[in-house]
């Protein structure tokens, strides 16, 4: 007993070093972002993506492990936490999350589409190589795509004396080298635990991994709660949600990830469902996500946390 206690508090402590690390990336980033002048919008699509450095090195473990559905759980997972609980969060704290803004309702349906990708494809009982492909492929047309029809992306580049850039780079570098360390930790424990207490994989990566890996991306929102920054919040956890996908597409295209087509699964799709229609419809009505709407979405997801539970635990 007292050394799955044990296990546990090192593994929160791990889970709490590896969120600062990514803190660390994420503050050298906004820095760099400020000296070459983009947009928040811009700049929150560019931490989504570097905020998904957790999840894709623990993926990687994963799989070196033999573990494809936890990293498939975690991936997942995380944007429905991304979606359902810091997004209906944001909404609720800032009063309302701006969405066309930033992003007209044609690009919402798109990046809802996709997003829905890793249940789509993952159907038939396993995301393949080609489905790795499908996703990576999607992801890059689909970046190109906002990038080309929304003039938001100033690439004009302000050099601050004194190097300031090449110091932010180093920090960012640095920053996800200890990302890679901690993660090959956090496997370590987190196998050795979930073999102790006979969680399933999926389960685990659903609930454990997809907050842990997340703390980047709840630490963010904080910030842009306190600083009222609607528009780099937004942009966050959009990049951070599409960046979850390219994660998969990319690790199941190395290797191949088999899904167990049980009742955790059925649950998981119609949750995801739920969240992104919901999202989708939202967004569409008046532009932005209010407080009401927000706590539809976390009531979602609170769904989600019982249901997984009685379903996958119990």
Request: aromatic content about 10%.
């Amino acid at each position: 007993m007292w050394v799955t206690v044990g296990l546990t508090v090192l593994l929160v402590i791990l889970f709490y070093l590896i969120g600062q690390a990514a803190d660390w990336v994420i503050i050298n980033v906004k820095k760099l972002g400020g000296h070459l002048g983009i947009k928040h919008v811009w700049l929150g699509i560019l931490l989504g993506i570097l905020t998904s450095m957790p999840e894709f090195f623990v993926g990687l473990q994963s799989f070196f492990k033999q573990s494809g559905q936890l990293a498939y759980g975690n991936l997942v997972g995380g944007i429905v936490v991304l979606i359902g609980l810091i997004a209906g969060l944001s909404a609720i704290f800032l009063g309302k999350l701006e969405v066309e803004a930033s992003f007209s309702r044609r690009d919402i349906f798109s990046i809802i589409v996709f997003l829905g990708l890793p249940v789509w494809l993952a159907a038939d009982g396993s995301l393949s190589w080609l489905d790795g492909l499908l996703m990576v492929a999607l992801y890059g047309f689909l970046l190109s795509h906002l990038i080309d029809t929304k003039e938001k992306l100033n690439t004009s580049v302000q050099v601050e004396p004194g190097a300031s850039n090449l110091r932010n780079i180093i920090y960012m570098m640095l920053g996800l080298g200890v990302i890679m360390v901690l993660s090959n930790f956090i496997m370590d424990v987190t196998m050795n635990l979930i073999g102790r207490l006979g969680i399933p994989n999926l389960i685990a990566g659903l609930l454990i991994f997809s907050i842990g890996t997340n703390l980047p991306e709840i630490s963010l929102a904080l910030s842009a709660w306190r600083s009222r920054a609607r528009e780099l919040s937004l942009g966050n956890l959009l990049g951070s949600a599409m960046a979850n996908v390219l994660v998969l597409g990319l690790l199941s295209f190395i290797k191949p990830v088999f899904i167990p087509l049980g009742g955790s699964f059925i649950f998981l799709a119609t949750v995801m469902l739920m969240l992104l229609v919901g999202f989708m419809v939202f967004s569409s009505t008046a532009g932005n996500i209010n407080r009401r709407e927000g706590a539809v979405l976390v009531m979602i997801y609170l769904f989600f946390i019982v249901g997984v539970i009685f379903n996958g635990l119990l």
